[in-house]
């Protein structure tokens, strides 16, 4: 009979815990910081928005750099959440496998779209 209170507590799982807890707010921060910075160039821009301002905006490798990070931190932060829904949720091992096999593919394709659209401004 296994014990599963006090110091005797079986423990199960893949202990992602704090590396998990920490990533989603060290990329969470990273977006939001990011937002902050693009919302600010944008209300300080004179001239009417559109498409013209925005290329101008994202037309600096820097920013094209930073904001391929921003957008590879999302991709991690929607990996950790998705993974943790699976796990959390889908209890048949067959579904679950095949559910974090199709977020890895669609996250990658989302990310291979990101750098074409980035480069190609």
């Known amino acids: 009979m296994s014990v599963n209170y006090g110091s005797k507590r079986t423990v199960v799982g893949a202990h992602y815990g704090l590396r998990d807890w920490l990533s989603q707010r060290i990329t969470g921060a990273l977006m939001a910081l990011f937002t902050v910075v693009l919302l600010v160039q944008v209300i300080f821009t004179r001239g009417p928005i559109g498409y013209d301002l925005w290329a101008g905006i994202f037309a600096a490798q820097w920013m094209k750099v930073l904001t391929f990070v921003v957008i590879a931190s999302l991709l991690y932060h929607v990996w950790v959440g998705m993974r943790d829904v699976w796990m959390d949720y889908v ?31």
Do not use: D
């Open 91 to 121: 209890q048949p091992v067959g579904i679950r496998l095949v559910l974090q096999v199709f977020t890895i593919v669609w996250l990658l394709a989302c990310a291979g779209w990101a750098i074409q659209v980035l480069w190609r401004v």
